[in-house]
């Protein structure tokens, strides 16, 4: 069956207000008191057996958050947020220390395997499914580390990664067994002080992933990390470091759900790659947050500061996003391309329906000689949803033979949202080559008329214009997660017409 | 039984009456031309046959073999056999040519509760067809219509019309556009659909077209009715003395 009927078949099986994702798994869990505190800082350190030094970094950042203010230039309203109010911390109650799968709550297994994210390595041996209409794909094996609400609770294929010398494992266990690691990098690309979000997030980050991908080595697997936040009024603050260290090569991908809930929740993480001489970053996310109901009740607040640097000469990294979920985004993947010859890219699909609010982009900062940056973003506004690109893209003095190259299209459904293009474009040297395109364009009568004409439906009709609409950035995502997108793009606009 | 009953039909457009009570019998096998100068209200008629948005009946019918076509969605008269050839048809950039062809070509046999395509037996018939129409391999590839020249645009549509092989084909003004030798492949490719089975309607200003796809009647609209109906003599009698005269007559 092709994808697009197949995404038509799913949504049919949907009612509009219902988010796939949207269930709550019960489980004894263990919560820091409400509210924000040094004290609650030392409690989440405490928890997690850190050694000094990182506590005194995490107050530090504590303190530094307590003389900020939050930003408000993005494109997106919503009430003050009560950051005493908030859980800082929640862990499923551990039974001792996890050794093996067979010591995780079941019930914490059960919704992995809900979402359809096998935890088992049995099940990933399995392989993926085929393509329709295409042969087997080569059977690939993910690493996958699952996050549950603040801890790490399954960390799959260590002992394979070990044997290549790749190090996977929760950034809270990174603390304790690669300190020197950790303490060269961490804050290094996002520091303590960057913004609100990450300042607060370097505080209270309670888990997240940790990669190193030794000189010369190609991860020989995908490396994934599946984001869940399950506990009420619980604020998620994860924190992922990857390291690609001089020649080596990894792909990295995100996913992240969260239960149908009244009240807001707020997700403020941190991710920060780091490439050196001769290395490549791939990193993917889907994210699919739980976006709130019809009338706009409820949703994640997704306030994530996300940062690359390309520290060595010819290194690479690449962003691809798909943004489907979230109440509202707040969401700039960047690159640094500090070393000479090195190269970022951009590419995004963010789809907003209902009351959604999106306000995301990228910047693209030159400062080595002969970098290049390339941003392809595709915006779609449906419903009653405001989205807006922000993008900058800027060359220092010294970088000379800068270039880059954007192309922003946004694709409005109906008539009651928005699409806004903001980009911020700096040379300050004579030699740098800028190239903007932007292009919004609205779904017409005439094409959904076309289409219904020859035999499809206003939804398979809808699906095919944006999948096709959508295709640059699609091709860019690794082919297990393209196909999943291809059907999430669907299942956000469903009820986008008509 | 009529392939094809338009009795006594009356629409509106944002509160003005476009079509005043027109009335269109076709049957199987026949190919009717409708001429008629711009506004007469030809190109409204192949809409709401085919169903598009935006068109009010505020009286008469529609019935496609025997069935009340007006009850019906477009895609689901799509799937009963009803294809208008667009006079414009519209580009979907991102959405390859053979995609678009199969997911239609399925979506409708579907509907019809018969099996889809498998893939080999699709490209083969799509590779028959493309070829009787000198359509290139490489235009299947390229996005639905997007770049193709206005000769390209209709010879896709003539394509469409040969796969989903439906059996009542509207013709809206497929000679726009196109030179003359872009009009001949065109042409030929309707000719040879044409059986004994399948009507066509076929809507132009110009007799130029019925040289190549020769009526078996033609009817002349004015103001939202038909005012003249004849066989193909018709059609060069207008060439000569024009729709004037049919002014008063509406």
Same mark, same amino acid.
């Given at each position: ?8 078949? @799913? ?46 970094? @995490? $107050? ?6 307590? !003389? ?28 001792? !220390? *996890? ?55 399954? !960390? ?23 300190? &020197?690691?950790?303490?060269?990098? $961490? ?45 009420? =009024? ?28 009244? &009240? ?8 920060? $790659? ?122 220092? @003095? ?68 944006? =999948? ?11 082919? &297990?997660?393209? *196909? ?15 | #039984?009529?392939?094809?009953?338009? +009795?006594?039909? +009356? ?26 100068? /711009? ?59 053979? /995609? ?53 645009? +209709? ?18 003004? #497929? ?76």
């Amino acid at each position: 069956m092709p994808a697009v009927q197949e995404t038509v078949e @799913r949504v049919k099986r949907i009612d509009v207000d219902q988010y796939r994702y949207g269930f709550e798994t019960l489980i004894d869990s263990e919560k820091a008191p409400k509210g924000l505190s040094e004290d609650i800082v030392k409690f989440i350190s405490g928890k997690k057996n850190e050694p000094a030094w990182m506590l005194q970094w @995490r $107050l530090e950042a504590y303190r530094r958050w307590l !003389t900020m203010t939050e930003p408000t230039w993005a494109r997106v309203e919503y009430p003050k947020i009560d950051f005493q109010d908030i859980y800082y911390y929640a862990a499923p109650k551990p039974k001792k !220390t *996890v050794s093996s799968l067979d010591e995780i709550d079941p019930e914490i297994l059960k919704t992995y395997e809900k979402l359809g994210i096998p935890l088992r390595e049995v099940a990933m041996l399995e392989g993926v499914e085929p393509k329709p209409g295409e042969e087997d794909p080569a059977r690939r094996k993910i690493a996958v580390d699952a996050v549950f609400d603040s801890v790490s609770v399954a !960390t799959t294929f260590k002992a394979e990664l070990k044997k290549a010398g790749v190090i996977f494992m929760p950034i809270s266990e990174a603390i304790r067994e690669h300190p &020197e690691l950790v303490q060269k990098y $961490l804050g290094s690309v996002v520091p303590t002080s960057d913004n609100f979000y990450a300042t607060l997030n370097s505080a209270v980050f309670s888990d997240g992933s940790f990669v190193y991908v030794p000189p010369g080595v190609r991860c020989p697997m995908e490396l994934s990390t599946y984001f869940r936040i399950n506990e009420r =009024n619980t604020g998620q603050f994860e924190r992922t470091l990857i390291i690609a260290d001089k020649g080596s090569y990894v792909s990295y991908l995100e996913g992240c759900t969260a239960p149908q809930r009244d &009240e807001n929740q707020l997700h403020a993480a941190v991710v920060e $790659l780091v490439a050196l001489d001769d290395a490549e970053i791939k990193y993917s996310t889907v994210q699919n947050w739980y976006p709130g109901n019809s009338e706009g009740k409820g949703g994640i607040y997704n306030f994530v500061t996300k940062r690359g640097d390309c520290r060595g000469n010819h290194s690479k990294i690449s962003w691809t996003q798909v943004e489907t979920g979230s109440a509202i985004t707040w969401k700039y993947p960047s690159c640094i391309l500090r070393g000479d010859n090195s190269s970022g890219e951009f590419y995004s699909i963010a789809i907003s329906n209902g009351f959604q609010q999106v306000d995301s982009g990228t910047k693209m900062i030159h400062l080595g000689k002969n970098t290049s940056s390339r941003i392809i973003s595709k915006g779609i506004a449906a419903g009653k949803s405001q989205n807006t690109y922000r993008g900058l893209v800027t060359a220092h @003095r010294k970088a000379t033979g800068a270039r880059n190259f954007t192309a922003c299209d946004s694709l409005l459904i109906g008539d009651k949202c928005g699409a806004h293009t903001v980009p911020y474009i700096e040379a300050k040297n004579s030699s740098a080559t800028f190239e903007h395109e932007a292009t919004t364009s609205k779904i017409s009568e005439d094409v959904l008329f076309y289409c219904v004409q020859r035999g499809l439906s206003q939804e398979e009709a809808v699906g095919l214009v944006v =999948n096709g609409f959508v295709k640059d950035v699609l091709q860019q995502l690794p082919m &297990e997660f393209a *196909v999943e997108a291809q059907k999430l793009i669907s299942i956000s606009l469903e009820g986008s017409v008509g | #039984m009529a392939l094809l009953e338009v +009795k006594d039909l +009356k629409v509106r457009v944002e509160e003005r009456e476009i079509l005043h009570g027109l009335t269109l019998t076709v049957n199987e096998g026949e190919v009717h031309a409708i001429m008629g100068p /711009n506004g007469s209200g030809k190109s409204t008629l192949s809409h709401v046959i085919a169903g598009k948005p935006g068109y009010e009946v505020t009286d008469g019918q529609i019935l496609f073999k025997g069935e009340d076509l007006l009850e019906m969605d477009p895609e689901e008269r799509a799937a009963k056999g009803v294809f208008l050839a667009f006079q414009y048809p519209v580009e979907i950039p991102g959405v390859a040519t053979m /995609n678009f062809l199969r997911t239609a070509l399925n979506a409708q046999r579907k509907a019809r509760g018969e099996s889809e395509y498998s893939t080999p037996d699709f490209l083969k018939k799509v590779r028959e067809v493309s070829k009787s129409l000198n359509i290139p391999q490489d235009m299947l590839k390229r996005g639905v219509n997007v770049g193709f020249s206005g000769g390209e645009k +209709k010879r896709n549509e003539v394509l469409q019309m040969a796969l989903f092989e439906p059996s009542l084909c509207i013709l809206d003004e #497929m000679d726009s556009g196109l030179d003359i030798d872009a009009l001949r492949i065109a042409a030929d490719g309707v000719n040879a659909l044409r059986s004994p089975k399948r009507a066509m309607v076929v809507i132009t200003h110009y007799q130029r077209l019925l040289n190549y796809i020769v009526p078996d009647f033609v009817h002349v609209m004015s103001k939202g009715r038909v005012v003249k109906s004849g066989d193909k003599q018709l059609a060069l009698e207008l060439e000569e003395s024009g729709y004037t005269q049919f002014e008063d007559a509406a």
